[in-house]
């Protein structure tokens, strides 16, 4: 069992909040063009483009963590069925990872959380990023297993269900933050192997389309 991170296993609505609050905006402002971006098909990373020409994430990140105001997760940001789910589906003898297209950095941030993973591993790791195909290739043989013995749940469409689903893996559509609410009215969400609106209903899902 695969697991996106942001918005399916973490909340990032405190991560946007730092966000705002580094560049003089509201959170609700920040939530407004997030949404924005995500209906034009924008990465994420250039949300603040429009608003502030030339914003560079990666050097305003650095400026962040210099000022004593990184981008981070905490336990605090852990959705309240994040954990209970990764304990039942290890006890039921699936192998947990949690895999996304964070940078290398994330890698103690993650590990900080003590998640019940048995793996986890970034995009920098795998050396390529969702949606790429190569993303969800290298990613099972990292787990050793074959595609179309593993699931990967996430809260995109674009990023997470197709393709995955495109891939030979179960694809898991998790229904919740910025980008499902926009996401899920798209046709192609029908490609979902199982929908969810939480975690705690993912195990007994799986164990009937396994019985089946």
């Known amino acids: 069992m695969f697991f996106d991170l942001g918005e399916t296993l973490v909340n990032e609505d405190r991560m946007w909040a730092g966000w705002a609050r580094w560049i003089g905006l509201e959170p609700s402002t920040v939530s407004d063009l997030l949404q924005a971006a995500i209906e034009r098909g924008e990465h994420h990373r250039d949300v603040f483009a429009r608003i502030r ?45 949690a895999a996304g297209n964070q940078p290398a950095s994330f890698g ?62 179960l694809s898991v559509f998790i229904r919740r933050g910025p980008w499902a609410r926009v996401q899920s009215a798209w046709p192609e969400a029908s490609a979902a192997d199982l929908t969810v609106d939480s975690l705690l209903d993912l195990p007994a899902l799986l164990s009937a389309l396994r019985a089946s």
Request: glycine share 6%.
């Open 53 to 97: 020409p030339g914003f560079d994430w990666e050097a305003e990140a650095e400026a962040r963590a210099r000022a004593a105001d990184p981008e981070t997760w905490t336990k605090e940001d852990l959705y309240p069925d994040a954990i209970p789910c990764l304990q039942v589906l290890r006890a039921h003898g699936y192998l947990v990872a």
């Open 108 to 169: 103690a941030i993650v590990a900080a959380l003590d998640l019940p993973l048995d793996l986890y591993v970034t995009a920098a790791d795998l050396g390529a990023e969702k949606p790429a195909p190569d993303f969800f290739a290298r990613l099972a043989a990292r787990a050793g297993v074959l595609p179309g013995e593993a699931a990967y749940v996430g809260d995109r469409v674009d990023n997470d269900v197709v393709p995955a689903k495109q891939a030979g893996m």
